[in-house]
């Protein structure tokens, strides 16, 4: 694989930007979104989650040097939640890639903080009428930062394709909260009540596209390096939780973000009306949808519920298997 996209192929691609917090399955998201000539990657930014931000900042450098792709801006954002103390994640280990060891990056961030670089990024866009996909991965502190910062970057922005929130499925973090949404409630709120449009992938969607053992030896097949790293930090993912997800795995939440993008006829979708609960301790991060019209109130997300699991792992296959053998 080339390592940036050039000519006719840019012209015609997606100009987004992805938030993230690498974490194992934000690592792979990344490795789709960078062997897919559909997107033009106008910039990575980076903010805590399921590590604190030197962690996901470090491993955000380290999967674009895995793919050949130093040219990627990486922008490191906020250190915190806007007003809650830190949680982290449980699945990607301590230092946010489970058990792999990828070598120190030589790439540097940009000096830009995430937050000023989507201020800036997003009201350019606005101005050249050519508005970006947000593609969020992780707790929305950025972008919501952004948004408090110079509200009418709204403009700027095409939609916000999300991993974020849990209807039916319930928490996995809390009992009730995904963890994105229960990491940085507030932040969540400001996103959703900003009048984008959103598409949001809550875990009732993602915990149908399950990192299964076959799943994971069909990508190791593929035989890269690429593909090599992947099957061992998916290796790592796997829940061993059959009582929650009927078999081995674990769900690949951030790379369908990437995959609606590339081939929305893989999903199904309901449009409602979402809120987040962000004063109750008790139900903290709790996304509450109204899919039937109750409240009167208009729409204000796509909401993803379903998927077909076999299209997308196929699709990530290919796509992996773009990377170039050692
Ligand atoms: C989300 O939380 C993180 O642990 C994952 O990277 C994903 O973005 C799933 O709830
Ligand atoms: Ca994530």
């Not at 939640?81 to 058990?99: E, I, T, W």
């Not at 939780?241 to 369908?256: A, I, T, V, W």
């Not at 519920?305 to 990530?316: C, G, I, N, S, T």
Request: with cysteine.
């Amino acid at each position: 694989m080339t390592s940036t996209h050039c000519g006719k192929e840019a012209e015609l691609a997606r100009p987004i930007i992805i938030d993230t917090d690498p974490g194992i399955d934000d690592a792979v998201a990344l490795l789709l979104a960078f062997a897919s000539p559909e997107f033009d990657i106008k910039g990575v930014t980076v903010v805590s989650g399921n590590v604190a931000l030197e962690h996901t900042v470090r491993n955000t450098l380290q999967v674009c040097e895995l793919a050949d792709r130093r040219d990627v801006p990486v922008y490191p954002g906020c250190t915190r939640p806007m007003l809650r103390d830190p949680v982290y994640g449980l699945f990607s280990g301590q230092g946010g890639l489970g058990k792999t060891e990828l070598p120190p990056p030589t790439m540097t961030v940009r000096e830009t903080h995430a937050v000023d670089y989507l201020v800036a990024a997003l009201t350019d866009a606005a101005r050249a009428g050519e508005p970006v996909t947000l593609c969020t991965l992780g707790p929305l502190t950025n972008v919501a930062l952004a948004l408090a910062h110079t509200p009418r970057i709204r403009d700027g922005i095409e939609s916000i394709v999300m991993m974020a929130g849990a209807f039916r499925e319930l928490g996995n973090r809390s009992i009730s909260a995904e963890f994105n949404i229960l990491v940085d409630p507030h932040a969540a709120h400001i996103v959703f009540e900003a009048g984008i449009p959103i598409v949001m992938l809550p875990l009732d969607v993602t915990h149908q596209a399950m990192a299964t053992p076959a799943r994971i030896d069909a990508i190791r097949a593929v035989g890269n390096p690429v593909t090599d790293v992947v099957a061992d930090i998916l290796t790592f993912w796997d829940r061993k939780d059959s009582k929650r997800f009927g078999g081995r795995g674990g769900p690949l939440h951030d790379p369908l973000v990437l995959d609606y993008l590339l081939a929305p006829e893989h999903y199904g979708s309901d449009e409602a009306r979402v809120w987040v609960e962000h004063s109750s301790e008790l139900l903290m991060g709790h996304t509450v949808a109204d899919f039937w019209g109750k409240t009167g109130e208009k729409p204000n997300a796509k909401v993803v519920l379903k998927v077909d699991a076999d299209a997308f792992f196929e699709l990530l296959g290919r796509r992996l298997a773009k990377y170039a053998r050692g």
